[in-house]
């Protein structure tokens, strides 16, 4: 993954989209990170989050190239 220092916040949503999201990313060169607090905490033991809000991420020198992706996806 290119590291440009920051990760930007890019979508929030459901299991099913965001792994949609991911895959479409991978397709086009961008890589993105999982975080689902929900799936996190409960493997800590303990419960964060809601299971409907994981959020997707990449760096930030590929956010505007990933918020297309998105758009095309979820508009």
Same mark, same amino acid.
């Given at each position: 993954?290119k590291?440009?220092?920051?990760?930007i @916040?890019?979508?929030? +949503?459901?299991?099913? *989209? #965001?792994?949609?999201?991911?895959? !479409? @990313?991978?397709?086009? +060169?961008?890589?993105? *990170? #999982?975080?689902?607090?929900f799936? !996190?905490?409960?493997a800590? +033991?303990?419960?964060?989050?809601?299971?409907?809000?994981?959020?997707?991420?990449?760096?930030?020198?590929?956010?505007e190239?990933?918020?297309?992706?998105?758009?095309?996806?979820?508009?």
């Amino acid at each position: 993954m290119k590291n440009s220092g920051r990760l930007i @916040l890019i979508y929030t +949503g459901g299991e099913v *989209i #965001i792994q949609r999201l991911k895959a !479409e @990313l991978e397709q086009k +060169g961008i890589n993105s *990170i #999982i975080k689902d607090r929900f799936k !996190e905490g409960i493997a800590a +033991g303990f419960v964060d989050g809601v299971p409907s809000a994981i959020r997707l991420f990449v760096n930030e020198s590929d956010a505007e190239k990933a918020l297309e992706v998105v758009k095309a996806i979820v508009d």
